[in-house]
């Protein structure tokens, strides 16, 4: 993607980063699949699960009941899988620590079009602001993205 060899380093959050370009970068992976993003100046987040993983037994840490209440907006295949999704994103955007999914990350609006796309509200003591999260199938896969102006998202 770079026209280069490079490494992939973790700063001290464990966010990866690539220290010879400015480039900002999101990595997932998942089973035998891995999905990169590199842009300089947007807003990225990515998250891959395989479409078939099964997180039931830890919805309650990391989802609360209004968002359980989204499913049925949300495709049939793994409601729970696309909410785990959205949130890694969510995470994965924010530049601070100690994040607690269940109550930090909310979905807020979810609308089915071609895609899923989710209105998401951050409400963290160091940052409030507000994300848009689009997640879809790509064959195995729920990828989740955020892809915005890096200065461009609202904070509230």
């Known amino acids: 993607m770079l026209g280069h060899d490079t490494h992939i380093y973790r700063d001290e959050a464990g966010a990866p980063h690539l220290p010879e370009v400015l480039e900002r970068v999101s990595i997932s992976h998942t089973g035998d699949y891995m999905a990169m993003l590199i842009s300089p100046s947007r807003l990225l987040a990515l998250d891959i699960e395989l479409l078939d993983r099964n997180i039931e037994r830890i919805v309650p840490r990391y989802t609360n009941d209004a968002e359980v209440d989204l499913y049925d907006r949300i495709p049939k295949q793994n ?3 696309y909410v785990w999704g959205i949130k890694e994103c969510l995470f994965k955007a924010l530049p601070v620590k100690s ?4 109550e930090h990350l909310k979905i807020k609006k979810v609308e089915l079009k071609d895609d899923l796309h989710s209105d998401c509200e951050i409400e963290h003591p160091d940052l409030r602001a507000q994300l848009s999260v689009v997640s ?7 990828v989740s993205y955020i892809d915005q102006p890096l200065y461009g998202y609202e904070e509230i």
């Open 79 to 81: 409601p729970a899988l």
């Open 99 to 102: 994040i607690v999914f269940r």
């Open 136 to 142: 879809c199938i790509f064959g195995p896969l729920i």
